[in-house]
């Protein structure tokens, strides 16, 4: 075996770890793919033979290209105010495939991604790789180009702001689920003090309608704005199928024609919603494996009775 075939071995047996690293990094599962790319080019043309830590140096290469690409796509950004939604990994409802475990390994829900989306780049590849991955700050200093000292007070600084907004359920899914049918149920019937029940009062909706969109809001406050929009969105929308969303319980909803019409997570804690994260952009719901839940949905029906909001 050539040193190449052996650094293509271990590349191999880490690559579920690395992809799943350069997810939470990026919010793409297309770019975490770029990233894994670009970074075996790199370890391909370097010289392994003193790495003692082979898990590490990997997971290095792979840091650093997702600090690159996370720095190239702020720079060209001219709408970097404007939220775009992560890519969800979307499963069915009754459990996650082995790959999509993987991915999900540490519970990264969708709206702890739109968090770090807010992030700098140097400061969510601290946060991702000390909070989530439990890499020293010894070696992620060099990472990011700070001193370990620094690095750690970019983490610091990333907690703060992942803390400051809900991010994860309080209950299993189960009792995400019993939550979400109630609040679908009340959109449907147009109940708005039943909504207004369901909904925390400082309850914030984050929606990705894509590029054509534009000029429309992207996140929404308070439960009295969300439930008339609850409401508002009841009309005309297809079938609606229970899905996981990050792990997480979550709906996709379908046009009458039976055409994905938007992805759906939510986070509830104290027995209410607390977020709603909603991508209905056209091109990116295209472009999503949705083939754990098509056929689900039939044309002209409405399989359980419910209708989400789109914002």
Same mark, same amino acid.
């Given at each position: 075996?050539?040193?190449?075939?052996?650094?293509?071995?271990?590349? #191999?047996?880490?690559?579920?770890?690395?992809?799943?690293?350069?997810?939470?990094?990026?919010?793409?599962?297309?770019?975490?793919?770029?990233?894994?790319?670009?970074?075996?080019?790199?370890?391909?043309?370097?010289?392994?033979?003193?790495?003692?830590?082979?898990?590490?140096?990997?997971?290095?290469?792979?840091?650093?290209?997702?600090?690159?690409?996370?720095?190239?796509?702020?720079?060209?950004? #001219?709408?970097?105010?404007?939220?775009?939604?992560?890519?969800?990994?979307?499963?069915?409802?009754?459990?996650?495939?082995?790959?999509? #475990?993987?991915? $999900?390994?540490?519970?990264?829900?969708?709206?702890?991604?739109?968090?770090?989306?807010?992030?700098?780049?140097?400061?969510?590849?601290?946060?991702? $790789?000390?909070?989530?991955?439990?890499?020293?700050?010894?070696?992620?200093?060099?990472?990011?180009?700070?001193?370990?000292?620094?690095?750690?007070?970019?983490?610091?600084?990333?907690?703060?702001?992942?803390?400051?907004?809900?991010?994860?359920?309080?209950?299993?899914?189960?009792?995400?689920?019993?939550?979400?049918?109630?609040?679908?149920?009340?959109?449907?019937?147009?109940?708005? #003090?039943?909504?207004?029940?369901?909904?925390?009062?400082?309850?914030?909706?984050?929606?990705?309608?894509?590029?054509?969109?534009?000029?429309?809001?992207?996140?929404?406050?308070?439960?009295?704005?969300?439930?008339?929009?609850?409401?508002?969105?009841?009309?005309?929308?297809?079938?609606?199928?229970?899905?996981?969303?990050?792990?997480?319980?979550?709906?996709?909803?379908?046009?009458?024609?039976?055409?994905?019409?938007?992805?759906?997570?939510?986070?509830?804690?104290?027995?209410?919603?607390?977020?709603?994260?909603?991508?209905?952009?056209?091109?990116? $719901?295209?472009?999503?494996?949705?083939?754990?839940?098509?056929?689900?949905?039939?044309?002209?029906?409405?399989?359980?009775?419910?209708?989400?909001?789109?914002?």
């Amino acid at each position: 075996m050539t040193d190449r075939d052996w650094l293509a071995e271990r590349f #191999e047996a880490e690559r579920r770890r690395l992809r799943a690293v350069a997810y939470r990094m990026l919010g793409s599962l297309a770019e975490a793919d770029d990233a894994l790319q670009e970074a075996w080019l790199r370890v391909s043309r370097a010289d392994a033979g003193a790495v003692e830590n082979m898990s590490g140096w990997l997971t290095t290469i792979v840091a650093r290209v997702c600090l690159n690409m996370l720095e190239s796509r702020r720079a060209r950004r #001219e709408d970097s105010l404007e939220l775009r939604m992560p890519d969800p990994i979307v499963a069915r409802p009754d459990g996650l495939d082995p790959e999509h #475990e993987a991915l $999900l390994a540490d519970s990264v829900g969708l709206a702890l991604l739109v968090v770090l989306d807010k992030l700098a780049p140097a400061e969510r590849v601290a946060f991702v $790789l000390h909070d989530v991955f439990g890499a020293p700050f010894e070696e992620i200093g060099p990472i990011v180009g700070r001193t370990p000292i620094a690095a750690r007070q970019l983490a610091s600084r990333a907690r703060r702001r992942v803390q400051s907004e809900p991010t994860a359920s309080e209950v299993d899914v189960a009792g995400q689920r019993e939550v979400i049918d109630a609040f679908l149920a009340a959109s449907r019937k147009g109940d708005f #003090e039943r909504l207004l029940a369901v909904l925390d009062p400082e309850v914030v909706l984050r929606k990705d309608p894509g590029a054509l969109a534009a000029g429309v809001p992207r996140e929404l406050r308070g439960a009295q704005a969300i439930a008339r929009g609850a409401v508002s969105a009841a009309q005309g929308v297809g079938p609606v199928q229970p899905v996981l969303v990050n792990g997480a319980a979550g709906v996709v909803a379908f046009d009458r024609d039976g055409r994905p019409f938007s992805v759906m997570a939510f986070v509830v804690a104290g027995g209410r919603i607390v977020a709603i994260d909603v991508l209905t952009d056209p091109e990116r $719901l295209a472009r999503l494996d949705l083939s754990a839940v098509r056929g689900q949905a039939r044309p002209g029906r409405r399989d359980d009775g419910n209708v989400p909001p789109s914002g």
